[in-house]
């Protein structure tokens, strides 16, 4: 009887789904075209803090490759796995060398924490989910913050940050950095289609429509070290938009990314700019369509649009820009968005509210307006479609009102027991 008073003012906690803090994220199970021989994994941080990787594992179900790893992975970076020595991605350092093959037939992969917790797994006893062995293409994760089901994989179809092998050829794949657009009338990719036919053109562009409200719902202007630039735009209409001609730009202006394909409706789309152009202190994005004409804009910071008043707030190192709600759009930025301490690229925006001490540190840890910083690389965007996506749990999230409740649960319980020890 006590124990069931107990289990009634005590009941046990439900588990809630939450998305990994570090997955693995790209599979290059068959090698390269150089060696086959020539394997390499990388994994994704989805956080917004650096985490130690000292104790954690890659093993396998019959522990054939078993990876001990070390070092670091940064916020929202990856960390390269290169299998027998740093000539396998030959242009790219790995953060790991590690020893063991992956069968081509397949693997069960687990990424374990020092406590020995699956922190994610790939489960493909019998059959990689997607990946090609004659092509010598990686298996690339479609959402890193979702769960690894056969549907979140398919197979790299381009070298987006031209990783080479050994013998200088280009990767299929993007080893360390962000995978490559999901298109699935892609050669490879069947997703669209039952019978892994491409559908005639004509019927995939008849939904396509060229204009329409697309909104910036994201950004990141300044990423932690070695990190990229982007912008995550969402589209508010109920079909599918060509983006062919339409352009994003800064506030001087000066071009960011040149944006083609298409939008799906409802949906988000990453840009991630090949070249970190976006003031630290201030800036103004701008998404115009093929007609030139401005979609949607956003200014932040120190940004003097002829109204600094109304601009959102500048985001520390490493903190994004979101906005509060995917159709809000008051014209006031500084109601549009918000600084978010877990930024989201493509996926629905976490929107947990930062304490006042980083927001003031925030406004203090930029250089000068007349001191951008600006941080080179290719010439191109990479644009990463994902559809689909729920929000995750927010990071050690707690529920502000346990402490009290449980407090008062618990005089009750004991007034009870005594009660019950009176009678007795």
């Known amino acids: 009887m006590l124990i069931l008073l107990f289990l009634l003012f005590f009941p046990i906690p439900q588990a809630h789904a939450v998305s990994p803090d570090i997955v693995i994220n790209e599979i290059a199970w068959s090698g390269t075209s150089a060696s086959s021989s020539d394997e390499w994994i990388e994994l994704k941080n989805n956080t917004s803090a650096e985490i130690d990787l000292t104790g954690w594992f890659i093993v396998s179900q019959d522990e054939t490759p078993k990876i001990q790893l070390s070092g670091t992975i940064t916020s929202q970076g990856f960390f390269l796995l290169e299998r027998t020595d740093d000539e396998t991605v030959s242009n790219i350092t790995a953060d790991l060398i590690y020893t063991g093959a992956l069968e081509d037939s397949g693997e069960v992969l687990e990424l374990k924490n020092p406590d020995g917790t699956v922190i994610d797994k790939i489960d493909c006893p019998s059959q990689w989910f997607a990946g090609d062995k004659d092509e010598k293409a990686s298996m690339s994760r479609k959402n890193s913050q979702a769960l690894s089901t056969s549907d979140n994989w398919f197979t790299a179809t381009s070298s987006p940050n031209n990783a080479k092998d050994a013998k200088n050829q280009l990767i299929l794949g993007s080893p360390k950095a962000q995978n490559e657009t999901y298109n699935p009338f892609q050669a490879g990719n069947t997703d669209g289609d039952e019978d892994g036919e491409e559908e005639n053109p004509e019927e995939t562009t008849s939904n396509t429509e060229n204009s329409g409200k697309i909104l910036i719902n994201e950004i990141m202007p300044n990423p932690q070290t070695n990190q990229k630039e982007w912008i995550e735009l969402f589209?508010?209409?109920?079909?599918?938009?060509?983006?062919?001609?339409?352009?994003?730009?800064?506030?001087?202006?000066?071009?960011?990314?040149?944006?083609?394909?298409?939008?799906?409706?409802?949906?988000?789309?990453?840009?991630?700019?090949?070249?970190?152009?976006?003031?630290?202190d201030g800036d103004l994005a701008v998404l115009k369509n093929s007609q030139n004409e401005i979609i949607d804009q956003m200014a932040y910071g120190k940004w003097d649009d002829g109204n600094r008043d109304d601009n959102a707030p500048l985001p520390d190192k490493g903190f994004?820009?979101?906005?509060?709600?995917?159709?809000?759009?008051?014209?006031?930025?500084?109601?549009?968005?918000?600084?978010?301490?877990?930024?989201?690229?493509?996926?629905?925006?976490?929107l947990e509210p930062i304490d006042a001490t980083t927001a003031v540190a925030s406004t203090n840890s930029n250089p000068p307006a007349d001191q951008p910083i600006k941080k080179e690389t290719n010439n191109s965007a990479i644009e990463n479609t994902v559809q689909g996506i729920s929000k995750s749990q927010p990071e050690n999230s707690q529920n502000s009102d346990l402490p009290r409740t449980g407090g008062i649960f618990f005089v009750l319980f004991i007034l009870i027991l005594c009660a019950g020890l009176v009678v007795l």
């Open 235 to 280: 589209n508010l209409e109920n079909f599918d938009l060509a983006l062919t001609g339409w352009t994003l730009t800064d506030g001087r202006p000066q071009n960011l990314a040149n944006l083609s394909g298409s939008i799906l409706k409802n949906s988000f789309l990453l840009v991630e700019l090949t070249q970190n152009k976006l003031n630290n």
């Open 320 to 350: 994004s820009l979101a906005r509060i709600g995917e159709s809000q759009d008051t014209n006031i930025d500084k109601n549009d968005f918000m600084i978010a301490k877990n930024p989201t690229p493509g996926a629905k925006n976490n």
